[in-house]
């Protein structure tokens, strides 16, 4: 590995992205979105209604008692702690609820830098270039990986910082303490979010060899959202919750797809073969 | 022998690029690499890179396999290709720079040296996508220059310069060459400049071999006619002057043709009898008449 080209090729790439407004504006919009604005209107939403008559409400909470017995059981302990049931919908809404927009964040960066990373090389002509000087494929590939990555883990870390602090402030009248994060989102933190945005970059990987343009592959790569919906549905439908246990069970899955996407690229970094297949 | 390339083919899909190809370069020669649009010359360049995997033949870089040995060959090699953009979204310098990390440069004034020395210091700090079609191409050769490469496989380094700016690196090159014995293989299209720096050619066409060698060996494989141009106040009657044939040129010039070389003093002595005589171009002898000949040569068989 040589690190000296891993540095400038990631720092070259981490400066692409600030100059081109098509990758930084949907990567700083949809985390505000999500850290900001959801919580305010969350907390507010909750805040103004009466929950003894609202029907949407009533629904929330039998969802809850359709949920597993596991799930059942993490919660218990927390809900005798909660008074109101104002108090248990908006403790369910930020700490399980929302989780999922914090899987949506990596993913999202990580895809849409990976992207401009992997095709933009290719589509402005520079890939040549990069190719024909003296750095093995493994740093390359390693430089491209971090400058998405890094990113992507820097933008989602201040979103939930953002959250958090937003969660706290806005639903004080609620709760009258603090009550966000649950320790569910240690494992969410930590584990899944890093785990996903290398899936997105690794995923990126194959999809960017197949497309000549960012905006073909930002579009291609516009289906690695779908799981996370998946998720959101399960946990709105009662059929999961989110909670340590499940979490950590889905980052120790991905790393396990991660790694096997990892060795796949790994045995394909042939200079020629990329040079061939990728330069006009 | 600097590079080596002995009866090596590639081919793309049904297309051979390249088909049978060999020739040599010495060290510290500049090699002029000819042939039309499709010959062969960029697939030949990428090879001697170790981006582009011959399927068969042997291909030899300061006697590296660019295959197994890719990166400490690309190391040696300094190259500019028409297709290379360099990063449009950062500065002359910055681009210089970055290439500097990827080459392993350590002296921080390089890049500097070479934006002064190819006439873009006043630009070093504007993007290099704002850089004109010139400029462009200056940057790309200062970056092929980077590293001091014993080698430099340059791919139509003059196309898009003004005068100017092409006798600078037609200079360049020679310089290089001569002071520092730089290995150049040199592609263009524009053969009387080729004429002025190198020492040897291969012309290929439809990835094979037409012929290599000096010109004066090149000319020697095709004998032509020799044309020569006189701008006299001579007024020709019919299409012979005194049994050699002649035509009037569309600039006032009379056109003859011998039949070689030596019969050109005699002409002259006789011309300048008949008329004042203020120039004489030799043609047929040059590089592009020879390269034409040789081309047309290759057709016909």
């Not at chain 2, 020799?226 to 035509?247: M, Q």
Request: aromatic share 8%; charged share 20%.
């Amino acid at each position: 590995m040589n690190r000296r080209a891993v540095r400038a090729i990631a720092r070259k790439d981490i400066m692409s992205i600030t100059s081109n407004i098509q990758v930084w504006l949907p990567m700083l919009i949809v985390p505000l979105v999500f850290a900001v604005l959801f919580p305010i209107g969350a907390s507010f939403a909750i805040r103004a209604t009466d929950t003894s008559t609202s029907s949407d409400f009533q629904e929330l909470l039998d969802v809850l008692e359709k949920l597993p017995q596991s799930s059942l059981d993490s919660l218990k302990g927390i809900f005798d702690s909660l008074i109101t049931d104002q108090q248990r919908i908006a403790y369910m809404m930020f700490n399980y609820f929302m989780a999922p927009f914090f899987l949506m964040i990596p993913l999202m960066a990580a895809s849409t830098i990976s992207v401009d990373s992997f095709v933009g090389e290719k589509e402005r002509g520079t890939l040549e270039g990069l190719l024909l000087s003296p750095v093995d494929m493994r740093s390359i590939f390693a430089a491209k990986a971090l400058a998405s990555l890094i990113p992507a883990i820097a933008i989602s870390l201040t979103s939930f910082v953002l959250f958090a602090v937003c969660a706290n402030v806005f639903a004080w009248p609620i709760f009258g303490r603090l009550f966000f994060p649950s320790i569910a989102w240690a494992p969410l933190i930590l584990l899944v979010m890093p785990a996903i945005g290398l899936l997105a970059v690794l995923i990126n990987v194959f999809i960017s060899a197949r497309v000549s343009t960012f905006q073909a592959g930002y579009q291609m790569s516009g289906f690695l959202v779908l799981p996370v919906i998946a998720l959101m549905i399960g946990q709105f439908t009662g059929i999961m919750l989110l909670d340590a246990k499940v979490l950590l069970a889905i980052g120790a899955a991905l790393i396990i797809v991660d790694y096997a996407l990892l060795m796949a690229i790994t045995k394909r970094l042939d200079k020629a073969q990329i040079f061939e297949s990728q330069v006009r | 022998m600097m590079i080596q390339i002995k009866d090596v083919t590639k081919r793309y899909g049904e297309q051979r690029a390249v088909d049978a190809l060999s020739f040599n370069v010495a060290r510290g020669e500049i090699l002029g690499l000819i042939g039309p649009n499709g010959a062969g010359k960029t697939t030949t360049i990428r090879m001697l890179c170790g981006v582009v995997k011959p399927d068969s033949g042997q291909v030899r870089v300061a006697g590296l396999d660019p295959q197994s040995q890719g990166d400490e060959v690309r190391s040696q090699i300094g190259v500019l290709t028409e297709t290379a953009e360099l990063y449009s979204n950062l500065s002359g310098i910055e681009n210089l720079r970055f290439f500097a990390e990827l080459y392993g440069i350590d002296d921080p004034r390089r890049p500097h040296e070479l934006m002064e020395e190819f006439g873009l210091a006043d630009h070093k700090d504007k993007k290099a996508g704002a850089y004109s079609t010139g400029m462009k191409k200056r940057l790309g050769l200062a970056k092929a220059l980077l590293a001091n490469p014993p080698i430099l496989l340059l791919d139509e380094p003059t196309s898009g310069l003004d005068p100017a700016g092409i006798a600078m690196v037609l200079d360049e090159i020679e310089r290089l060459n001569s002071q520092k014995g730089v290995t150049v293989v040199l592609c263009s299209h524009v053969l009387h400049q080729l004429e002025t720096v190198c020492q040897r050619y291969v012309i290929i066409d439809r990835g094979r071999t037409v012929a290599q060698g000096t010109l004066p060996e090149l000319a020697e494989k095709c004998p032509g006619p020799t044309i020569v141009e006189v701008d006299a106040d001579y007024i020709l009657d019919g299409e012979a002057y005194r049994g050699i044939p002649a035509r009037p040129l569309p600039v006032g010039d009379i056109q003859f043709t011998v039949s070689s070389r030596n019969e050109v003093p005699k002409l002259i002595r006789q011309l300048s009898q008949d008329a004042d005589v203020y120039s004489v171009k030799l043609k047929g002898h040059d590089l592009e008449s020879v390269y034409f000949r040789l081309l047309e040569g290759e057709k016909d068989e």
